[in-house]
């Protein structure tokens, strides 16, 4: 059973400056929600409330948009706002969070490796905390099903168009089923055209403790950092490694343009903005 998460959210956000020079990029809102909420919503409605966020200097909006806000709080009971009161307690309830910094920016690999004191000998969860998920079936509780079915690390991956290979990590390996892939290799940003598969990895694992000790005898790669998926092709060579094909619409925040759809998307699911948001793009697009 998986019962920890862990939550890399110590990146820079070059790509969103100015915007994120004095604010996390996890903390930009899709709408009113900010993105890292939606991953820690993810973590729960999959059934983990044990969660360590890796954050990084400059980082602290995060920390206080998960704690209490007494003042707030006090403020919403004045003008017996109880449905926005609720909320606020519930965003601080609703799971038991942690938090520790990676005091460099030494790549992902490195990021997780900060969490092998709090994960201890369990396999845990890893949600990227740039990336949403949406789907009926929370991303991590389909990993998790597969990871009790097969026993070992699981990795989400998706479908990408053949000349976008070298954007992403991309996984090779045996199908055992529609949707489950035994792994053979591992290869970040791969040459277009040297790609073993054009099956990108998503943004969720599901990852054993020994990944620690691959991180460790990870050496820097790619941009002088520890790649997470170099220590992945590590612990291939020691344990088997299954890829899951999500079900569901991943939305990556990590650039201008992704976020920007991802807003629009979002926008016309809620009730509230749905009708007059479409007609508003629907006068845009007629111009």
Sequence with gaps: MIRKAV????????????????????????????????????AVDSG???????????????????????ELEARLEEKEDQAWHTEMRRLADMANIH???????????????YARHHVGDEPFAVL???TIMD?????????????????GSVIAVEEV??????????????ALSDI?????????????????????????????PDIFQTIEKTPKGKGGE???????????????????????????IGNKLDFLKTTVAFALKRKEFAGPFREFLMEILAK
Excluded: C, W
């Design 128 to 130: 990227l905390g740039d």
């Design 161 to 174: 168009p053949a000349d976008k290979v070298d954007r992403y990590g991309i996984v090779g390996g045996d």
């Design 180 to 208: 489950i892939l035994e792994l053979k290799t591992l290869i970040e940003k791969p040459a277009i055209g040297s790609a073993p598969s054009n099956l990108a990895i998503a943004g969720r694992y599901i990852l054993t």
């Design 99 to 113: 938090f520790v910094r990676q005091k460099e920016a030494n790549g992902l690999g490195d990021a997780i490796h």
């Design 48 to 70: 983990i409330e044990d969660i360590l966020i890796i954050s990084g200097k400059g980082k602290r909006a995060i920390e206080d948009h998960f704690d209490r806000n007494f």
């Design 7 to 42: 939550i890399p959210a110590a990146g820079l956000g070059t790509r969103f400056l100015p915007a994120t020079k004095s604010m996390p990029k996890e903390m930009l809102p899709i709408i009113d929600i900010p993105t890292i909420q939606y991953v820690v919503q993810e």
């Design 226 to 252: 520890i790649q997470l998926t170099d220590s992945l092709l590590l612990l291939l060579r020691r344990e088997n490694i299954y890829a899951h094909r999500i079900e569901g619409q991943r939305h990556d």
């Design 135 to 151: 789907s009926v079936i929370p991303v991590t509780q389909q990993l998790m099903d597969t990871y009790e079915q097969y026993g």
